[in-house]
């Protein structure tokens, strides 16, 4: 038994443990608390969010109404003369536009499949196309196929978007956001057709509602091109916010979705969790209604002067030179 010890052996220091990591948060592992994002950096983040993203979203979804709704104001600039359209014609355009956004509305879902940048100007480029080339149709026919496809690209945009929001805001921030992002469909009503009388107004070489559906779709074409280099995917790749803003942007998708994926998948059970709940239901036949009455409206609104009497819209447009 050795009653001394080395000395050397015993001032040896004891052995290093290596020091965990600790976990990324995520909805196992908890989720951040609140007290770790600065709140000065997090309300500066919020802002410029606000001066960004929704400002190009709603103008999108702006020019998305005025090209779905200018059938309207082509129609009394002399549409429905060159095509020869009866009103049962007329109708039947209105409809077809519903019939293919109703049908279609599950590619809603490629807003969590495709990155949203492409799929955004994929979708602006779609109806922006269609819109204008609704300028070289000479049937009803062929503006029946334009009218169906543009309801399939426009669905594809709009009820997304809420989803894309919910990657930058929170979830008590994301309904004043997509309030606003909505509000750019009436305030498209209220100047499309003071926009319709400049554009129409004149004696172009082309039928004037024709160069209606040129200089209105154009620049949603154009557009498109905006919505893929300046449409963030995710906080991250958000080029308006410095490194700091972005980490803080990313703590909070964290502390309210946790680490998963938001993009590149489709996970079926919540699919069919989403069709089981009435809500859900009840939101889209009430959404459905409100844009199919007001669009309808808007599109008839020649019709309502012609009946109350007022004036005759369709004499704005008539060429008195002939």
Known sequence: MRLFSNKEEDSSPPAHKPTEKPAPANLENGPIQPAS??????????RKLDLHLIPLLSALYLLAFLDRSNIGNARIAGMS???????????WLLTIFYISYICFAPLAMMWKIVPPHRWAAFCVFGWGLVSTVQAATHSWAGMMVLRFLMGVMEVAYGPGVPYLLSFFYLRHEVGLRAGLFLSAAPLANTFAGALAYGITSGSPALAKWRVLFLVEGLPTVCMAVVAWFFLPDS?????FLNEEEREVARMRGVRQAGAGER???????????GLKDVKAWILGVRMKCDCEEMVTDICEVDVLFRQCGIFEPSSVFTDHSE
């Open 37 to 46: 994002i600065n709140p000065t950096i997090e309300a500066r983040v919020r």
């Open 81 to 91: 003369k060159d095509l020869s359209l009866t009103s049962p014609d007329y109708d």
């Open 235 to 239: 906080p991250e790749k958000a080029r």
């Open 263 to 273: 993009i590149g998948g489709v996970e079926w059970k919540e699919i069919l969790g």
